[in-house]
């Protein structure tokens, strides 16, 4: 995982790229805002991006 790049896709909103980084995959361990000099709070974002995700792409399921 790029959690920075993820971070990147989260602020232009870009799910697509988001989607790419496979930010489904991550598991919100904490250890990239652990390790993350810049004391940036990865994981808040990642979990913030997974839920853009899964909002975009139920917005994009046919409605009934």
Sequence with gaps: LQPVEI???FIAKDTDR???LNVMSC???G???HSCPSR???T???KNTK???KFKLAQAQ???
């Design 44 to 46: 808040q974002c990642m």
């Design 27 to 29: 598991v919100e361990c």
């Design 7 to 9: 971070r990147n896709a």
């Design 51 to 53: 839920r853009l995700v």
């Design 18 to 20: 988001a989607i790419k």
């Design 62 to 64: 046919p409605k009934k």
């Design 40 to 42: 940036i709070e990865l």
């Design 31 to 33: 250890l990239c805002s």
